[in-house]
């Protein structure tokens, strides 16, 4: 739209022609020194009667009515009251003034405001509205959680809270009983199985007989010796533990540790190694069959010569699955005059096997295995006398006894 059309259609209202008052010498006279001097009305000015005069003013010279009035009040009662209604109907026609009408109007609003507070007061004396508030964000988002908060702590119940788990280690002991097991007094006590075996330094739960004497946590966690080198802040991140945990745990005013140190970890886990070596499964049987030749001294079957014997023979059908003994990395694979198709696994703490005579082998070297995975087949080659596993353990490269961690088939 053109500004033009814009200004064409606003109303310009003329301005209206000041309403002249005409001063009536019956009520103003000039005062001998220059000042306007005001008599008092008579109070018979407003009586039925009175002069009536032009409605746009009072005339300047005063009528016969009027003097007579000054005179001798012969002023009829008629003319007084005429007189009476003139001078409001000029008043009326001043007061429509615009200055007078904004005046009127700022005068209406606020007996209007006036009225309305009232209202409010009154609303306010029938409710009750002390216990409300607003947040000083002045939003309403507070309310809405507060009256959430309210809610979920009214349906807690407070006897059934539970209290904060304890930071602290404090140890109770318990003395084993007949028939007990490792497994079945964790769970009276409600510990892991992991804990009871690190806190006690357990190597083997079926050597623990009635009248041993354990000690009981009061929370989960392991027990950890402390190496040189080691810091709070290395066992922490290797743990996954914060060291304020350990702190707290431990009841310590310092970070420094010294080697040989006992420190409980709260909420760390054994190891799978040392789990399984604690509970005589760090080594499981490769294959099932009859033992056909022990660890140690025996007649060589070709020449019946006495030698040493550095493992077991295990008799199994041909192409049988081999299983790795214990999880490992495969360190070596080949063939030997001796030991035929071969594999070496190695393990934690200096440990590894040695799986020989076998037909194939199925693990690449340099490879992580599983405990319990295929990694080759029963065979007979190299030196053998028929379809068998020679299985060695090796610690620090020196032959044990496999059958002092293998558990009873």
Known sequence: MEMQNVIGEQYIAPRRKPTRIMLDKGLVRPASNGRISRTRVPRDLFAEGGPRGRRSGIPLEPGPAAAKARTGRSTTWRSLSAAAVDRLSILLESMAAPRLMTAIAVFIGIALFVVAISAVGAIEKKADLAGFFLHDDGTMTGLLLDAVSAEAVADVDPESAMPGLPTQLSLSSYKV????????????????????????????????????????????????????????????????????????????????????????????????????????????????????????????????????????????????????????????????????????????????TLYAHLSSIGAKQGASVAQGSTIGLVGTTGYSTGPHLHFGVFKNGIAIDPMKLLKGR
Do not use: C
């Open 177 to 352: 009983a007949r028939n007990d097991t490792l497994d079945a007094i964790s769970k009276r006590f409600g510990l892991r199985l992991d804990t009871l075996i690190s806190v006690n330094g357990i190597g083997d739960v079926r050597r623990i007989s009635a009248g041993t004497t354990l000690k009981i946590p009061n929370i989960d966690g392991v027990a950890y010796t402390v190496r040189k080198g080691d810091s709070l802040s290395s066992i922490s991140a290797a743990r996954g533990v914060s060291i304020l945990d350990i702190i707290d745990s431990n009841d310590i005013s310092s970070q420094t540790i010294q080697p040989g140190q006992t420190l409980f970890i709260p909420g760390a886990r054994l190891s799978s190694y040392d789990l399984k070596k604690a509970l005589g499964k760090l080594v499981i049987w490769p294959i099932s069959g009859r033992i056909s030749s022990n660890f140690g001294y025996r007649p060589n079957p070709f020449t019946g010569i006495r030698q040493f014997h550095n493992g077991l023979d295990i008799v199994g059908p041909l192409n049988m699955q081999v299983r790795a003994a214990i999880d490992g990395r495969v360190a070596e694979t080949g063939y030997s005059a001796v030991f035929g198709n071969f594999i070496i696994l190695t393990h934690p703490e200096g440990y590894q």
